[in-house]
């Protein structure tokens, strides 16, 4: 197994779409939690995610994946904004070398810790 991973920007079109399939659908199921804040605060475009989510609202009572497929078809720049902002590394078939639920707990790992 090749030890090589990517950011979302190098990786191929094919490879693009596929992380943009795993991305959207655990976007999606945050967005049904209401624990978006970490992906908000890193994403830096508050445009990009506002589309997604009036997307996501207007059509909360499809399924994970049918939100998903239809947000991408709709707003996929969107997608692709807040994924070249995320510090998220991929193989090179666009799978996330950590789960989305690892890279979201490494990330609020990071987050500054009250006293």
Request: net charge negative; glycine share 2%; with cysteine.
């Amino acid at each position: 197994m090749s030890e090589d991973t990517f950011g979302f920007n190098e990786l191929t079109d094919a490879a693009q779409d596929n992380a943009l399939e795993t991305f959207a659908k655990y976007y999606v199921r945050q967005y049904k939690q209401d624990n978006l804040e970490i992906i908000d605060a890193l994403a830096g475009d508050d445009e990009a995610v506002a589309m997604i989510n009036q997307i996501l609202e207007e059509n909360n009572y499809l399924t994970v994946a049918k939100l998903a497929a239809m947000s991408i078809s709709m707003v996929k720049s969107c997608y692709v904004k807040i994924l070249n902002e995320l510090s998220a590394r991929f193989d090179a078939d666009g799978e996330p070398v950590k789960t989305w639920a690892e890279w979201m707990q490494s990330e609020h790992a990071k987050l500054p810790q009250e006293d």
